[in-house]
C-alpha cells in the first residue's frame, strides 16, 4: 500500500480499500506519471509483481508493450480530458480482450481491468458513475456493502439496486433484511452476534431475494475493519451469488448419496482435507463428523496403497494430466472396500500444484461381482471344455465364431483360431445348399429370442473329410448388447447322422413289416401309452373272437370287461409290468375272453416294447394275440390223461409189490401145509408136525397183518377208522409187545413211569408194534432196539431206537406218507409202505404228534407221544 494515498484515506476510505482488495478484478492506482500508486492483490498477480513497495514502478515497467498503444493512448486522453473512459482492450501478452474502465481524479487516475465476459450491464452502468471507488465497486458484479454495529448498513452498491429492484436507500439502515429470506436471516444474525467482534473475517450463506420475487443463494464474507484507536465499528463485506453452484453442490451431494460416490479436495500444503458429506459416507463416517487429513487416509487405506498413490499423484502434478487409482480402505468396521479415485491437480496462478481434487466412487460391488463372473466365465469354459459336444458361440450379425471348444476343432477340422476367422461365405459353404435358407432364418431369428429360449434346428453340414452329415443343434441366447439386444448365441451341435440314416433303414422296413404282420394270422396291434390308444392294428376282422368292430377305438377297459374274471388279476398285472420291461423282453401270458357269441376263448397275449421317448420311458408296446383255445383244450386233456396214467401206474406197482408181498407168506403156507400131509401120510410124530403148524400159523399172521394194512388203507381213505378208547397201562402194553418181537433182537426198554393212558390200546399196540417191527427189519446186523417211554407236560413219549441202515435226510420228510418206501432198499426189504402211514393215522386221531431222526447207516429213532387223557369228543367216535 502506497503511504502517501494510505495517509489520505479515511476510515471510510479503509473500508472501500479493504473491498477492492477482495475483489476479483484487477484494481490499481496511477500518479500523473503514471506510477503505481496502488495495486489490488490480483493486480500485483495479474502483472507478476512481487514487490512491496511499488512506488517506483510505473505501468509501462510491467506493461511495455502496451506503451503507445490503446491503453497508453486511454490513459492520457483521460487524465489529459479529466474524463473516466471504459472500453475492450486486446493484450497480446495476453492472448485476451480486457474491458478496461479508468477514473482520473486531480492527483491520480484509477483503472480497472476486468475480463472483457464480465456483465454488460455493470459496465455501461460503468459508465454513468462518477466518483472512483464507488464507480469501481459499482461495477463489480456482487452485493458490496460496509456495515455498522447492530448490521446496520451504511453503504450499498449500484448492484443492490440492480438485483434487488429497490432502490439504494431501501437498503440501507436494517431495511436490507427485508430482502434476506426469513431462515437465513436469523441465523445470519447468530453468527454476527458470535464472530463480528472476534476481528476475523466471517463467512455466511444465505438467500436474497432478487428484483422478481425469487430468493437467490449468495454468500458473503465480512471482514472487520479496526478505527485506529483498535476498536470495531466497521465491517466491509461483499455478497456473491452462488445460487446454481449452491443449487449443484446441493444436487451434486445428493447425487453422491445415490451413487456411493464422494469427493474431497486435498491442500497439498497443509495436508488439509475437504471431504464432502458422500466422501465421509464412503469412508464410514457421518457427514462433517471431524477434519480429515493426509494421516487420516493413509491411516485408513490398505498398508500395499499409499506409497502406489502418492507415485501416480507426484507423476499427475509433473505432467499436469488427470489421474486415476484405486485405493483399498478399511472401513471402521474393518470392512475392506474398494475405492475408485479420479483426480485432477489444481494449480495456483504462479502454476504451482495447489490442491488436488479427487472424485471417489464404491466398486467394491463391482469388483466383486466381476471377480463372480469372471469365476463363473472360468467355470462355464472348462465345463465347455470338458464336454464331448460340439459347443460354439456365434456372433449374430457376422456369423463369426466368437468361441469353439476343442471338440468343434476336432470335427470340423479347423484349428480354434482358424474357426474365428470363418465368415458368412466360409460357413455358407459348410452348410448343404437346401438347408442355407433354414439356417439363415433360424439365424436371424435369434434377434427377438428371449433368454430362456432354446431353439432348434437340424441340417446337413460338412465335417472334417468333407463328408455331409446331418446335425442338430440346440441354441439359446448368450450375449445382449446395451439395448438388450441378442448379439450372440450359444449353440450344442450333435452328429444325428447315424439316427437319420437309421430313420430311413426303418421307413423301408415299415413297409417291410407291414406286409408280415398283415400277413400274419394273428392279431397285432401297437399300443399307444402316451395317447392311450391302439395305433396301428393288423386286421380290423379277427373272426376268432368274432370281432368285426375298429380295434383302434377299443380301450384296455372295454376288453378288460370280457376277461374271465380268474384271468384279470394276472391280465392286469402283465400290462402294469409291460412298461418296465427291456427292450429285447417279451412277455406273455394266457387269459380266458369272451367272444362274441359269449364262449369262452383261450388268448396267448405276448408284449414287447415298441417305441421310447427321450428320457427311456416306454411310449409303444407291440403286442401279439393268437387264439389258443384248442390248444389249451388239448393241453388240458393231456394234463389230465398225465395224471390218470401216473395213478395208474402206480395202481399197477402197488398191484405188484401188494401181490409179491401176499404171495410170499402164502408160498411159505402152501410148503408147510404139503409138507404136514406129507408128515401125517407117514405118521410122523407130533412134536415135528407142530414145528410146521407154528410155521404156518406164522405164515397166516403175516398174511392177517397184511390184510389188515390194506384194510385200515381202505378204512381210513373212508374216513372209518374208529377208536375204542379206554384207560390202560402203557407200560404193560409196551411189555408185552416187546415180549412179541425179543426172540430175535435184544430189545431194552427204559421207563419209569406207570401211568394210565386213555386211548385205543388196539391200535396204539399196532403203532409200537410197527414201530419196532421196523427197528428190527431195517438193522439186520446190530441186534440192539431201545424203547424209552417218558412223559413230557400232558404227553407220554415213547420212542424206539435202532442201530441199522437208517434213512436218507432227503426222505425223511416222506417216511410216514402213503406207500411210500425209501426206494433203493424196497428189494431187500418186504414192505407195503403202509405201516408208518396207518400209525401217523393212529396217533393223529389222539391228538398226539409223531416224527422221525436218522441218520444214513447210523440208526434211527421213530417216536409219538399222545396226551394222557383223552378228550371227550374222541371217545364218542
Ligand atoms: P414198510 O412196510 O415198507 O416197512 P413202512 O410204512 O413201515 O412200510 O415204512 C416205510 C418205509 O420207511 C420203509 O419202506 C423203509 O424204507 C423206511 N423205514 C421205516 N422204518 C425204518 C427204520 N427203522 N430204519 C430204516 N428205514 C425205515
Given at each position: 500500500m502506497n503511504r502517501a494515498l494510505k495517509s489520505t484515506w479515511t476510515d471510510f476510505d479503509n473500508g472501500f480499500e479493504t473491498i477492492v482488495s477482495n475483489i476479483s478484478e484487477v484494481f490499481f492506482l496511477l500518479d500523473r506519471s503514471q506510477h503505481f500508486m496502488y495495486l489490488n492483490p490480483k493486480a500485483l498477480r495479474f502483472f507478476g509483481i512481487q514487490d512491496e513497495d511499488t512506488s517506483h514502478i510505473t505501468l509501462w515497467h510491467v506493461?511495455?508493450?502496451?506503451?503507445?498503444?490503446k491503453l497508453a493512448e486511454f490513459l492520457t486522453f483521460s487524465i489529459l480530458e479529466n474524463k473516466s473512459i471504459t472500453d475492450q482492450l486486446y493484450s497480446t501478452s495476453h492472448s485476451r480482450w480486457f474491458k478496461i474502465a479508468t477514473y482520473p481524479t486531480e492527483t491520480s487516475i484509477a483503472v480497472l481491468i476486468a475480463d472483457a465476459n464480465e456483465d454488460k450491464v455493470a459496465y455501461e452502468k460503468l459508465k454513468k458513475n462518477e466518483a472512483n471507488f464507488r464507480l469501481v465497486l459499482d461495477f463489480i458484479p456482487h452485493i458490496a456493502f460496509i456495515l455498522k454495529s447492530g448490521m446496520e448498513v451504511s453503504f450499498l452498491n449500484q448492484r443492490w439496486t440492480e438485483y434487488t429492484g429497490r432502490t439504494l436507500e431501501a437498503g440501507l439502515g436494517t431495511k436490507w433484511a427485508e430482502m434476506i429470506h426469513p431462515d437465513d436471516y436469523a441465523a445470519k444474525r447468530k453468527l454476527w452476534d458470535e464472530k463480528s467482534q472476534s476481528g476475523d473475517p466471517f463467512e455466511t450463506e444465505f438467500r436474497v431475494r432478487n428484483a422478481s420475487g425469487e430468493y437467490r443463494w449468495h454468500s458473503d464474507r465480512i471482514i472487520p475493519i479496526p478505527a485506529r484507536n483498535g476498536t470495531i465499528t466497521m465491517w466491509v463485506g461483499t455478497a456473491t451469488e452462488i445460487h446454481e453452484t449452491k443449487l449443484n453442490k446441493e444436487t451434486l451431494e445428493k447425487a453422491e448419496m445415490m451413487t456411493n460416490s464422494g469427493h474431497y479436495e486435498c491442500n497439498l500444503h497443509s495436508g488439509k482435507i475437504t471431504f464432502s458429506p458422500g466422501a465421509f459416507r464412503l469412508f464410514g463416517y457421518p457427514p462433517n463428523s471431524f477434519e480429515p487429513t493426509l494421516k487420516f487416509l493413509n491411516f485408513v487405506s490398505h498398508p500395499e496403497d499409499p506409497p502406489k498413490i502418492n507415485d501416480v499423484i507426484n507423476q499427475a502434478i509433473a505432467t499436469s494430466v488427470s489421474f486415476e487409482y484405486i485405493r483399498r480402505i478399511y472401513l471402521p468396521n474393518r470392512q475392506l472396500r474398494h475405492i475408485l479415485t479420479k483426480g485432477t491437480v489444481i494449480y495456483n496462478s504462479e502454476q504451482k500444484a495447489e490442491k488436488i481434487f479427487e472424485i471417489i466412487h464404491d466398486i467394491s460391488d463391482k469388483i466383486a461381482a466381476g471377480e463372480a463372473l469372471r469365476q463363473q466365465h472360468h467355470f462355464v469354459r472348462q465345463i465347455a471344455e470338458a464336454t464331448p459336444d460340439l459347443i460354439t458361440v456365434i456372433e449374430i450379425d457376422s456369423f463369426r465364431i466368437t468361441y469353439a471348444n476343442i471338440e468343434v476343432s476336432t470335427f470340423v477340422g479347423y484349428s480354434a483360431e482358424e474357426l474365428k476367422k470363418l465368415d458368412y461365405f466360409d460357413i455358407k459353404n459348410l452348410i448343404h445348399p437346401d438347408d442355407w435358407q433354414n439356417f439363415k432364418d433360424f439365424f436371424n431369428g435369434f434377434r427377438s429370442a428371449q433368454d430362456k429360449e432354446i431353439r432348434e434346428i437340424e441340417y446337413r453340414g460338412k465335417d472334417a473329410g468333407g463328408e455331409l452329415k446331418w446335425f442338430k443343434v440346440r441354441s439359446k441366447v448368450f450375449e445382449r448388447n446395451q439395448e438388450g439386444l441378442p448379439t450372440h448365441f450359444i449353440s450344442i451341435t450333435q452328429d444325428i447322422t447315424a439316427k437319420k440314416l437309421a430313420e430311413k433303414e426303418l421307413k423301408k422296413n415299415e413297409h417291410f413289416i407291414k406286409e408280415v404282420t398283415e400277413a400274419s394270422p394273428d392279431l397285432i396291434f401297437v399300443v399307444d401309452l402316451t395317447l392311450e390308444k391302439?395305433?396301428?392294428?393288423?386286421?380290423?376282422?379277427?373272426p376268432d373272437l368274432g370281432w368285426s368292430i375298429d380295434?383302434?377305438?377299443?380301450s384296455l377297459n372295454d376288453v378288460k370287461q370280457k376277461i374271465y374274471h380268474e384271468d384279470l388279476p394276472a391280465f392286469e398285472k402283465f400290462h402294469s409290468e409291460l412298461k418296465y420291461i427291456s427292450d429285447e423282453d417279451v412277455k406273455e401270458i394266457e387269459y380266458r375272453l369272451q367272444n362274441r357269441q359269449n364262449r369262452w376263448k383261450w388268448l396267448r397275449e405276448r408284449g414287447k416294447v415298441f417305441q421310447r421317448d427321450d428320457k427311456g420311458n416306454v411310449t409303444q408296446f407291440i403286442i401279439n394275440i393268437q387264439e389258443i383255445t384248442e390248444k389249451k383244450e388239448v393241453l388240458e386233456k393231456q394234463k389230465e390223461n398225465e395224471v390218470l396214467s401216473k395213478l395208474v401206474e402206480k395202481k399197477d406197482e402197488f398191484m405188484s409189490i401188494a401181490s409179491h408181498e401176499l404171495k410170499t407168506p402164502i408160498t411159505t403156507l402152501k410148503a408147510s401145509i404139503q409138507v404136514m400131509k406129507r408128515l401125517i401120510e407117514r405118521h410122523t410124530d407130533e412134536n415135528t408136525l407142530l414145528v410146521f403148524v407154528s410155521k404156518a400159523t406164522q405164515q397166516v399172521n403175516k398174511l392177517t397183518s397184511l390184510i389188515s394194512d390194506l384194510m385200515d388203507n381202505a378204512k381210513i381213505q373212508a374216513g372209518k377208522l374208529n377208536m375204542n378208547i379206554s384207560a390202560f397201562s402203557m407200560h404193560e402194553l409196551i411189555m408185552e409187545t416187546v415180549a412179541h418181537h425179543s426172540n430175535l433182537h435184544n430189545i431194552t426198554v427204559n421207563n419209569n413211569l406207570d401211568e394210565l393212558v386213555e386211548g385205543d390200546k388196539v391200535r396204539i399196540e399196532q403203532v409200537i408194534t410197527n414201530f419196532l417191527s421196523n427197528a428190527i427189519k431195517y438193522s439186520p446186523k446190530n441186534k440192539e432196539v431201545r424203547v424209552d417211554v417218558k412223559r413230557e407236560n400232558r404227553f407220554i413219549k415213547v420212542s424206539v431206537t435202532d442201530f441199522g441202515i437208517g434213512i436218507p435226510e432227503e426222505k425223511l420228510s416222506h417216511v410216514f406218507d402213503r406207500f411210500f418206501r425209501v426206494e433203493e432198499k424196497s428189494q431187500e426189504f418186504s414192505g407195503l409202505g403202509l405201516g408208518l402211514y396207518i400209525s401217523a393215522e393212529i396217533v393223529k386221531r389222539h391228538k398226539g404228534e409223531y416224527g422221525v431222526n436218522s441218520q444214513l447207516g447210523k440208526g434211527s429213532t421213530f417216536w409219538f407221544k399222545i396226551p394222557l387223557k383223552q378228550a371227550f369228543s374222541i371217545k364218542e367216535e
Amino acid at each position: 500500500m502506497n503511504r502517501a494515498l494510505k495517509s489520505t484515506w479515511t476510515d471510510f476510505d479503509n473500508g472501500f480499500e479493504t473491498i477492492v482488495s477482495n475483489i476479483s478484478e484487477v484494481f490499481f492506482l496511477l500518479d500523473r506519471s503514471q506510477h503505481f500508486m496502488y495495486l489490488n492483490p490480483k493486480a500485483l498477480r495479474f502483472f507478476g509483481i512481487q514487490d512491496e513497495d511499488t512506488s517506483h514502478i510505473t505501468l509501462w515497467h510491467v506493461f511495455p508493450f502496451e506503451k503507445g498503444s490503446k491503453l497508453a493512448e486511454f490513459l492520457t486522453f483521460s487524465i489529459l480530458e479529466n474524463k473516466s473512459i471504459t472500453d475492450q482492450l486486446y493484450s497480446t501478452s495476453h492472448s485476451r480482450w480486457f474491458k478496461i474502465a479508468t477514473y482520473p481524479t486531480e492527483t491520480s487516475i484509477a483503472v480497472l481491468i476486468a475480463d472483457a465476459n464480465e456483465d454488460k450491464v455493470a459496465y455501461e452502468k460503468l459508465k454513468k458513475n462518477e466518483a472512483n471507488f464507488r464507480l469501481v465497486l459499482d461495477f463489480i458484479p456482487h452485493i458490496a456493502f460496509i456495515l455498522k454495529s447492530g448490521m446496520e448498513v451504511s453503504f450499498l452498491n449500484q448492484r443492490w439496486t440492480e438485483y434487488t429492484g429497490r432502490t439504494l436507500e431501501a437498503g440501507l439502515g436494517t431495511k436490507w433484511a427485508e430482502m434476506i429470506h426469513p431462515d437465513d436471516y436469523a441465523a445470519k444474525r447468530k453468527l454476527w452476534d458470535e464472530k463480528s467482534q472476534s476481528g476475523d473475517p466471517f463467512e455466511t450463506e444465505f438467500r436474497v431475494r432478487n428484483a422478481s420475487g425469487e430468493y437467490r443463494w449468495h454468500s458473503d464474507r465480512i471482514i472487520p475493519i479496526p478505527a485506529r484507536n483498535g476498536t470495531i465499528t466497521m465491517w466491509v463485506g461483499t455478497a456473491t451469488e452462488i445460487h446454481e453452484t449452491k443449487l449443484n453442490k446441493e444436487t451434486l451431494e445428493k447425487a453422491e448419496m445415490m451413487t456411493n460416490s464422494g469427493h474431497y479436495e486435498c491442500n497439498l500444503h497443509s495436508g488439509k482435507i475437504t471431504f464432502s458429506p458422500g466422501a465421509f459416507r464412503l469412508f464410514g463416517y457421518p457427514p462433517n463428523s471431524f477434519e480429515p487429513t493426509l494421516k487420516f487416509l493413509n491411516f485408513v487405506s490398505h498398508p500395499e496403497d499409499p506409497p502406489k498413490i502418492n507415485d501416480v499423484i507426484n507423476q499427475a502434478i509433473a505432467t499436469s494430466v488427470s489421474f486415476e487409482y484405486i485405493r483399498r480402505i478399511y472401513l471402521p468396521n474393518r470392512q475392506l472396500r474398494h475405492i475408485l479415485t479420479k483426480g485432477t491437480v489444481i494449480y495456483n496462478s504462479e502454476q504451482k500444484a495447489e490442491k488436488i481434487f479427487e472424485i471417489i466412487h464404491d466398486i467394491s460391488d463391482k469388483i466383486a461381482a466381476g471377480e463372480a463372473l469372471r469365476q463363473q466365465h472360468h467355470f462355464v469354459r472348462q465345463i465347455a471344455e470338458a464336454t464331448p459336444d460340439l459347443i460354439t458361440v456365434i456372433e449374430i450379425d457376422s456369423f463369426r465364431i466368437t468361441y469353439a471348444n476343442i471338440e468343434v476343432s476336432t470335427f470340423v477340422g479347423y484349428s480354434a483360431e482358424e474357426l474365428k476367422k470363418l465368415d458368412y461365405f466360409d460357413i455358407k459353404n459348410l452348410i448343404h445348399p437346401d438347408d442355407w435358407q433354414n439356417f439363415k432364418d433360424f439365424f436371424n431369428g435369434f434377434r427377438s429370442a428371449q433368454d430362456k429360449e432354446i431353439r432348434e434346428i437340424e441340417y446337413r453340414g460338412k465335417d472334417a473329410g468333407g463328408e455331409l452329415k446331418w446335425f442338430k443343434v440346440r441354441s439359446k441366447v448368450f450375449e445382449r448388447n446395451q439395448e438388450g439386444l441378442p448379439t450372440h448365441f450359444i449353440s450344442i451341435t450333435q452328429d444325428i447322422t447315424a439316427k437319420k440314416l437309421a430313420e430311413k433303414e426303418l421307413k423301408k422296413n415299415e413297409h417291410f413289416i407291414k406286409e408280415v404282420t398283415e400277413a400274419s394270422p394273428d392279431l397285432i396291434f401297437v399300443v399307444d401309452l402316451t395317447l392311450e390308444k391302439i395305433s396301428y392294428v393288423n386286421h380290423s376282422f379277427y373272426p376268432d373272437l368274432g370281432w368285426s368292430i375298429d380295434l383302434t377305438e377299443l380301450s384296455l377297459n372295454d376288453v378288460k370287461q370280457k376277461i374271465y374274471h380268474e384271468d384279470l388279476p394276472a391280465f392286469e398285472k402283465f400290462h402294469s409290468e409291460l412298461k418296465y420291461i427291456s427292450d429285447e423282453d417279451v412277455k406273455e401270458i394266457e387269459y380266458r375272453l369272451q367272444n362274441r357269441q359269449n364262449r369262452w376263448k383261450w388268448l396267448r397275449e405276448r408284449g414287447k416294447v415298441f417305441q421310447r421317448d427321450d428320457k427311456g420311458n416306454v411310449t409303444q408296446f407291440i403286442i401279439n394275440i393268437q387264439e389258443i383255445t384248442e390248444k389249451k383244450e388239448v393241453l388240458e386233456k393231456q394234463k389230465e390223461n398225465e395224471v390218470l396214467s401216473k395213478l395208474v401206474e402206480k395202481k399197477d406197482e402197488f398191484m405188484s409189490i401188494a401181490s409179491h408181498e401176499l404171495k410170499t407168506p402164502i408160498t411159505t403156507l402152501k410148503a408147510s401145509i404139503q409138507v404136514m400131509k406129507r408128515l401125517i401120510e407117514r405118521h410122523t410124530d407130533e412134536n415135528t408136525l407142530l414145528v410146521f403148524v407154528s410155521k404156518a400159523t406164522q405164515q397166516v399172521n403175516k398174511l392177517t397183518s397184511l390184510i389188515s394194512d390194506l384194510m385200515d388203507n381202505a378204512k381210513i381213505q373212508a374216513g372209518k377208522l374208529n377208536m375204542n378208547i379206554s384207560a390202560f397201562s402203557m407200560h404193560e402194553l409196551i411189555m408185552e409187545t416187546v415180549a412179541h418181537h425179543s426172540n430175535l433182537h435184544n430189545i431194552t426198554v427204559n421207563n419209569n413211569l406207570d401211568e394210565l393212558v386213555e386211548g385205543d390200546k388196539v391200535r396204539i399196540e399196532q403203532v409200537i408194534t410197527n414201530f419196532l417191527s421196523n427197528a428190527i427189519k431195517y438193522s439186520p446186523k446190530n441186534k440192539e432196539v431201545r424203547v424209552d417211554v417218558k412223559r413230557e407236560n400232558r404227553f407220554i413219549k415213547v420212542s424206539v431206537t435202532d442201530f441199522g441202515i437208517g434213512i436218507p435226510e432227503e426222505k425223511l420228510s416222506h417216511v410216514f406218507d402213503r406207500f411210500f418206501r425209501v426206494e433203493e432198499k424196497s428189494q431187500e426189504f418186504s414192505g407195503l409202505g403202509l405201516g408208518l402211514y396207518i400209525s401217523a393215522e393212529i396217533v393223529k386221531r389222539h391228538k398226539g404228534e409223531y416224527g422221525v431222526n436218522s441218520q444214513l447207516g447210523k440208526g434211527s429213532t421213530f417216536w409219538f407221544k399222545i396226551p394222557l387223557k383223552q378228550a371227550f369228543s374222541i371217545k364218542e367216535e
